[in-house]
């Protein structure tokens, strides 16, 4: 990064706060109306200095069963479910409370890993978000738990709070919790416990370190070290702080250092951040020396005539690996064909799609617009938490990925 972290900080404009459970409720998991009103506060004051801030939330679990008199979380998905229905509403009508007695207007979304997968949902996602901000309005985001079953759940809030960051391109996530931020132990366990202040890559010994937090919590620091290594993937700064601390996030966007701070990668656009951090690909492509080499060393498209297998189901628009012939991934791309047609027209000149498929609409398989080169030994992230081939990226002509907003924005146009 050129500029010092604490130019970046200052200066962003675009803040998604993650708020947890802890930072909500009382030890009876009952909604602590003081904290919320705190957070409501410094919300309010960050868009009085100009700043456009998206609230993801969590505590709608927690709310209901305050409201239901549970003593613990349920463990039936479907009384969990319920739970989340009744604590939706209370956290909704508390919020808009007290936001609505500063004049500040807020909107809920509640969404699924669906919404970030699909990429005609993510822009319109996007869209809808930007069109609250426009207006001034407090997008309170949080994971449709009522509605979600396992194949379609993010699983956590924070996350939740990294993917909707890089959908709008954010300019710095905070993740607020219940600790001073990373510690090398759990300071609710150990005496010997001690703030790490700057993290400038996600290591295994980071990961190992991270705690698992209490009770109220789904994955406690584990899945707030997986929210910034996304986060900072896709070129956003991360901070991890205490909610409890008075005036936090103004602390935080002033420079002071409070919490973990986590140094971002370079900035990805938005395309390239939704192929290789955001959507897992749908199926594999399998090419011959020929084609791998056009696209690692000219930045072409890839054509129908370097395909030697397919594997997977897809369909066209879906994001693809691309890999050579002995299975190791160097690519990813969004295809223009379906699994099926490029089975059909694999190994053959692009002359020859229209006869074999009665149709074409284009000569490549996969444009080189579309197309991101995976660069060996970066960071690896995914949200199913299995091992995957992700971070650092160019586009196939061999260029950073980096597109301004308004490019951004007249791309997904017609995306």
Request: charged residues 25%; aromatic residues 4%; proline residues 3%.
């Amino acid at each position: 990064m050129d500029m010092d972290m604490d130019t970046i900080i200052s200066r962003a404009r675009r803040i998604v706060v993650k708020v947890g459970t802890s930072n909500l409720t009382d030890e009876r998991y009952r909604l602590d109306y003081r904290k919320v009103e705190k957070l409501t506060k410094e919300i309010v004051e960050l868009k009085r200095r100009g700043k456009e801030v998206i609230l993801v939330s969590s505590g709608a679990i927690s709310a209901g069963m305050g409201k239901l008199s549970l003593r613990q979380r349920p463990r039936d998905v479907k009384l969990l479910q319920a739970t989340a229905a009744v604590g939706q509403n209370v956290l909704m009508n508390t919020y808009d409370r007290y936001f609505s007695s500063y004049g500040v207007t807020i909107a809920q979304v509640l969404l699924t890993h669906d919404d970030f997968r699909s990429r005609t949902r993510y822009l319109n996602l996007r869209n809808t978000l930007l069109t609250l901000l426009k207006a001034g309005v407090v997008p309170v985001i949080n994971e449709n738990d009522t509605t979600a079953v396992e194949e379609i759940k993010v699983g956590d809030n924070d996350n939740l709070s990294a993917l909707v960051a890089s959908n709008l391109e954010a300019d710095l996530l905070i993740i607020l919790t219940d600790t001073e931020g990373l510690c090398t132990y759990d300071p609710r366990r150990s005496k010997k416990a001690e703030l790490i202040p700057v993290v400038r890559d996600i290591t295994p010994e980071i990961e190992r370190i991270a705690s698992r937090g209490n009770g109220r919590s789904v994955g406690g620091m584990r899945t707030k070290i997986e929210a910034a290594k996304l986060a900072i993937n896709a070129g956003i700064p991360v901070v991890i702080a205490d909610g409890a601390r008075e005036d936090v996030l103004l602390r935080i966007i002033e420079g002071e250092h409070v919490g973990t701070r986590f140094i971002p990668k370079s900035r990805m656009n938005d395309r390239a951040c939704w192929i290789l951090l955001v959507s897992p690909p749908k199926g594999r492509i399998i090419v011959d020396g020929g084609a791998k080499e056009a696209l690692l060393l000219r930045g072409s498209s890839l054509l129908p005539s370097g395909i030697t297998g397919v594997e997977g189901v897809f369909m066209p628009g879906d994001p693809v690996s691309i890999v050579d012939h002995r299975g190791g991934e160097f690519a990813r791309g969004i295809t223009n064909y379906s699994s099926v047609e490029i089975e059909k027209i694999k190994g053959l000149h692009t002359s020859e799609i229209e006869h074999v498929l009665g149709h074409k609409k284009y000569d490549e398989v996969v444009y080189h617009s579309n197309l991101y080169l995976v660069k060996k030994g970066l960071d690896n992230h995914n949200h199913n938490h299995n091992p995957d081939a992700r971070g650092g990226v160019e586009n196939a002509s061999g260029s950073q990925a980096g597109l301004s907003w308004n490019q951004l924005s007249r791309l997904s146009d017609s995306a």
